[in-house]
């Protein structure tokens, strides 16, 4: 009987079933992955491209396209994202499009950084010229605000004379907030295709050799290969909902005003739960956010100086000064250097003026409720009328509030006359005629 051989003995076969179980992942994998970003940049989205560019490195992925339409974004993510770009095995090009898209400010710097930048018609970029915000919310001053400039073109310079590209422009981009159409960036050698979608760029960049950030090239095969889409988690979509500066705002607004309610009539429970709720996520938010304590502290003074009006009789001056606080404070709360990534005033102004009005509502409840007369106990029996069952003089008994009481008059009272009671003391009330 022949003896019987094994596939793990070395064979032929054996070798080539080895070496299929080892390439097949390799196979498997899409070699073009597709990221799309068509928001600010901040750190979701920063998360979002370098996650993707890691996953490209770990499948070995031919390329990694970046699809781009953002109005700029936050500095640190910014650069936290270009040095994953330089720095990545897998080359990565940037496409602006659709038509109608841009990549300015931020997303000029991360388009440029990549090994290949292309536009769609009727796009733009640059605008680049950094916005530097004070602790207070206010502009830089001279001083601050030339060296960060200085900074941004320095590092835009160093970007573009190693991917080859016009310095001069790159840099007009930043300190002269220049921008550029598609056709402007390609006659001046500042971008290296124009094409119509994603399709169309893979199809050009097929056999290309780009030049890498570090100085090597590379020969892109990308004919015939399969191109996966990278969505956003649901993690990263959830923060990127609630990164929204106006829903960030509506979330502290209710939340305040959830928990203002719910210390104002204790026991309600409900809405301090859903208050808790939303000020944790509007605090959330506020991580990825960049946060002026100014504006946040002016809208706790707001809430503040809203229940001082209760217990202080400032004749609504409380209450307007809180207002005031309010608006200043939402206007400053988000010190961005995008308006896209700060509160709208047109919309902040109905939302101050919409919880204010509800908070003014609740004050005038509880104003009321403390200006009101008791009915029960010493306090509410005092003032009560009643009628003198016996002669008083000084003492008797009297009939008031339902009830027969012990009574003393300073002034003598005959049977049947009507009193009214101006003190309790014990079982025991002091009335005087009406």
Known sequence: MPPVRSYNEGTVKGKILLAFVLLAPLCASAQVIKITVNAPIHPVTSEYIVQAIDQADRDRADLVLLTLDT???LDSSMREIISKI?????PVAAFVGPGGARAASAGFFIALACDVFAMAPGTSTGAAHPVGLSLTGQNMDETMAEKVTNDAAAFIRSIAEKR????RMAEDAVRKSLSYTEQEALAGGLIDFVVNSPAELIARLGG?????????????????????????TFRQRFLLTIANPNLAFILLM????????EFSHPGAILPGVLGGICLLLA???????????VGLGLILLAIILFILEIKVQSFGMLAVGGIIAMVIGALMLIKAPIPEMRPSLMFVLPVVIAVSAIVLFLVTLVFKAHARKAVTGREGMIGEIGTARTDLSPAGT????????????????RAGEPV???????????????
């Open 71 to 73: 109005p700029g974004g």
């Open 86 to 90: 330089v720095n990545a095995r897998t």
């Open 164 to 167: 080859g590209r016009n310095v």
């Open 208 to 232: 290309r050799t780009v030049k890498r950030f570090d100085g090597t090239t590379l020969t892109l095969a990308l004919v015939g290969k399969p191109v996966a889409e990278r969505p956003l």
């Open 254 to 261: 209710i939340g305040l005003l959830g928990l203002y309610f």
């Open 283 to 293: 605090v959330f938010a506020f991580q990825i956010l960049p946060i002026n304590y």
């Open 398 to 413: 009297v009939f008031v509030h339902g009830e027969l009481w012990e009574a003393e008059s300073e002034t003598p009272i």
């Open 420 to 434: 009214k009671v101006l003190d309790v003391r014990g079982l025991r009330i002091r009335v005087s005629k009406v």
